[in-house]
């Protein structure tokens, strides 16, 4: 009986590949459509990561409520528009952060924020823009003096408060009854 | 989510662009004052971009499409 020797003569086999390396190759790089780094950092000027995002829409809306605050609070309303300026600012760079990662997500075949799209289907956006316009319109032509109304604005803030009070109970009806699944 | 009828921003930045080059025009040929009409008027963009959003929402909800 003989037995086979090895062919002395035939290349060795290849080593094995590292971890890492079978990852890469399993795994293809795929180039994301949005940087959220980018982003947050183009916002330093408000609305400008909303453009790069393609969120136009918001771009006018942190940029006007950047420039309408500081407005607001040089012409002698120092309270809340001071307040505001650096919320605005703050929420803008996170919002330009959390745009990117959505639009990297939905790229990637995942699901959205779940109140994003509430809040798109939602006439309320709309409607708050409508009155503001109106109630700044009407206030330029001379037939409203919101400087009257100045005093009642607190008023908005019991309205925000009331909606978010009946948001959350409405989201924990949800999940209680099994339509949404809860939050970790 | 449903995909938008038309696009309200777009329409709205489009139009408000429209505006504002017609009423630069006009005052640059001494026809109008750009400054105190723009002053007065600017806050009509809201209320179109408001009833444009409005109108894409009613205008889906109508015609029922899914996402």
């Known amino acids: 009986m003989s037995t086979q020797s090895p062919d002395l003569n035939a290349p060795a086999p290849p080593p094995p590949l590292p971890p890492s390396a079978v990852v890469a190759q399993a795994a293809p790089f795929v180039r994301l459509p949005k940087s959220p780094g980018l982003a947050a950092f183009l916002s330093l000027f408000p609305g400008l990561g909303q453009v790069y995002n393609g969120q136009i829409a918001r771009a006018f809306a942190f940029f006007f409520a950047w420039v309408g605050s500081i407005y607001l609070t040089s012409t002698g309303h120092e309270f809340p528009f001071a307040f505001m300026i650096p919320f605005v600012y703050l929420y803008n760079m996170i919002d330009a952060w959390k745009g990117s990662n959505a639009i990297n997500q939905r790229f990637l075949g995942g699901r959205t924020e779940p109140d994003e799209d509430a809040a798109m289907e939602s006439p309320v956006w709309g409607a708050i823009l409508a009155v503001f316009g109106v109630l700044i319109l009407f206030n330029n032509l001379g037939w409203l003096d919101l400087d009257r109304l100045a005093r009642w604005w607190p008023i908005l803030l019991i309205l925000v408060g009331a909606w978010f009070v009946y948001a959350s109970l409405q989201k924990r009806k949800a999940v209680e009854s099994g339509d949404e699944p809860p939050r970790l | ?67």
């Open chain 2, 1 to 67: 989510m449903s995909r938008p009828a038309f696009s309200p921003e777009g329409v709205t930045l489009g139009v408000g662009l429209v505006a504002l080059g017609v009423l630069w025009t006009l005052s640059n040929l001494g026809r109008v004052e750009m400054l105190p009409v723009l002053r007065t008027w600017w806050p009509l963009s809201f209320v179109v971009w408001g009833a444009l959003e409005l109108a894409d929402l009613a205008i889906r909800r109508s015609s029922g499409r899914q996402p």
